[in-house]
């Protein structure tokens, strides 16, 4: 298991590509915390997540 903030995937594209040759699935998880005040609306952060993972197969985009 790997946790990576938003701006890790955003700095770091190839990082979605890399597990998902690693492994056989692969899921990138959007969390929510009504605590905080994120940027992002978690709407806008699954646009982002699903843009950054279209086109592998065998990763899904998830939330919390």
């Not at 940027?39 to 899904?60: H, K, P, S, Y």
Request: proline share 5%; with cysteine; aromatic share 8%.
């Amino acid at each position: 298991v790997a946790i990576f903030e938003i701006q890790d995937l955003g700095g770091n594209p190839n990082l979605v590509e890399r597990a998902a040759k690693l492994f056989p699935k692969v899921v990138v998880a959007v969390g929510y915390n009504r605590m905080r005040n994120p940027l992002f609306t978690i709407d806008e952060r699954l646009a982002l997540l699903q843009a950054t993972c279209n086109g592998f197969e065998n990763v899904e985009v998830a939330v919390l």
